[in-house]
């Protein structure tokens, strides 16, 4: 009998012999008036200074709008299409970077500017994307309250080249390398140069047999944040629209709100064409290893891959800028934590699929902000979150929250997950190979002191979790 592992590591193999080599392209210039990356860090810290300050002054607007607009380039950027094509299907830019397994793959590039070595896959094999499996050998909180089978994910991490490179001259995938930083009384990994990206995308697979009439996928679609902070993942959302894959529908900012599971109630106003949304469409060997890795998924080669969801992080300040993304179906007034402020100064130069997406920032974790050091828990949240993957935390999956105020300043536990910011979350990442039970865990929207006594013992990851759960 032949090992799961090794049918795996057989169809990969294939893949690497048929599948054409991909170079991963670095972030390109969108040409996007006052959009410069990297941008400076004063730059960006006076402007979150700004916002969080000067709400009443005349200082604020200008910040407000310079934050967005810089969300807006990196999106804009990064999705837009290159030159390379798989499967006659043409790659966007985040579409070529490596993930954890193909950094640690491939050789390192003498130039860390210029592009990796080509890979020969065309996009990392989706798998079930599970906030909590950051680290095998850390104390794993409670699963989400929300963990329905609507409610799991899937998507991959990717970094782009000039952070890839920076893992690997650093050997950042290695526990052996990352056990020697820590046993020489390192406190933290040597920390990214400001070009770097880290990003995670969210995908949902339009498998044929999840159709309605051969050609409609229903997708939830996100209200907002509900009135009293609750679990609140997609399986709890009221509204869905349909999917059409044969490019129909006229829909126009209009939701189904009942959403029968067999499409009675399916109109042409809640229906949206495949072409709205970021996707592929599988070939016969990503169906396969697919179907291997997901019991009874039943894909198959054709079926579209859409993207509902992409985090993305920036190293140009020291404590990262945090941009989420998320489809749908009225970019121009999405709710919460997004806003129709937001959504007007999207840039001309974003067109197509891409600009059918909200957008959600968070460059500070409190405001007024606190310093990187030597702050406190106080001022009102900051909510920065994905409705693809925090809005279904529950109080016991983020057990190291504190309590304090909202964005309007009522008091709040900020501890679920429609309570929380990706710089707070991710300030606390850190390599436990002890499992000490002191260090930082996961936590809602609060301030997090980079020198915390909790990390004493452990090694500072430069807020990218995704080092210690891919680590080997």
């Known amino acids: 009998m032949i090992a799961r592992p090794a049918i795996l590591a057989g169809l990969w ?7 054409p080599a991909i170079v991963p392209v670095p972030l390109p210039d969108p040409k996007i008036p006052g959009f410069h990356f990297p941008e400076s860090e004063a730059t960006i810290v006076n402007w979150v200074f700004d916002l969080s300050t000067g709400s009443a002054s005349e200082v604020a607007p200008p910040a407000f709008e310079n934050i967005v607009l ?20 043409r790659l966007r830019v985040f579409e070529t970077w490596m993930t954890p397994d193909e950094v640690a793959a491939a050789p390192a590039a003498a130039n860390p500017v210029a592009a990796r070595p080509a890979m020969p896959r065309r996009r990392a094999m989706l798998r079930t994307l599970d906030q909590f499996e950051h680290e095998r050998n850390v104390r794993r909180p409670t699963a989400p309250a929300g963990g329905a089978a609507d409610d799991r994910v899937i998507g991959f991490i990717k970094y782009d080249p000039t952070a890839a490179d920076h893992i690997q001259k650093q050997k950042l995938l290695s526990r052996a390398a990352l056990n020697q930083l820590l046993q020489g009384g390192a406190r933290q990994i040597p920390v990214f140069p400001p070009t770097a990206l880290a990003l995670k995308t969210v995908f949902q697979i339009l498998a044929a047999k999840s159709l309605v009439d051969g050609r409609y996928y229903r997708l939830p679609v996100w209200p907002g944040p509900p009135d009293t902070p609750q679990v609140w993942g997609s399986a709890q959302w009221p509204g869905a629209v349909w999917i059409d894959v044969q490019g129909g529908g006229g829909g126009q900012g ?37 179907n291997q890795e ?11 891959a859409i993207l509902v969801a992409m985090h993305v992080a920036g190293h140009e300040i020291a404590r990262w800028t945090w941009q989420t993304y998320w489809w749908t179906p009225a970019p121009e007034e999405p709710p919460l934590p997004s806003s129709a402020a937001n959504a007007s100064l999207r840039p001309v130069q974003l067109q197509g699929a891409p600009r059918h997406y909200a957008m959600a920032l968070g460059y500070a974790m409190l405001s007024p902000d606190q310093p990187n050091v030597g702050g406190a828990n106080v001022g009102l949240a900051v909510y920065t979150y994905n409705p693809w993957l925090e809005a279904r935390f529950a109080p016991a999956d983020l057990p190291d929250s504190l309590p304090g105020y909202d964005p309007s300043g009522q008091a709040a536990g900020n501890d679920y997950g429609v309570e929380t910011n990706c710089m707070s979350c991710h300030g606390r990442a850190n390599y436990n190979p002890g499992l000490l039970a002191t260090a930082p865990r996961y936590s809602g929207s609060r301030y997090v002191d980079l020198n915390d006594p909790q990390f004493a013992g452990t090694l500072q990851l430069d807020f990218l979790w995704s080092l210690a759960k891919h680590a080997r």
């Open 13 to 19: 193999l294939a893949l690497t012999v048929v599948a």
């Open 70 to 89: 810089h969300g807006w380039g990196l999106w804009t950027a990064l999705t837009q299409e290159t030159g390379q094509v798989y499967a006659g299907q």
């Open 254 to 290: 209009k939701i189904d709100d009942q959403a029968a599971a067999d499409g009675s109630t399916r109109t042409d106003e809640t229906t949206y064409p495949v072409s709205s949304l970021i996707h592929y469409r599988l070939t016969a060997d990503e169906a396969a290893i697919y």
């Open 294 to 304: 997901h019991a009874g998924a039943a894909v198959s080669a054709g079926d579209y």
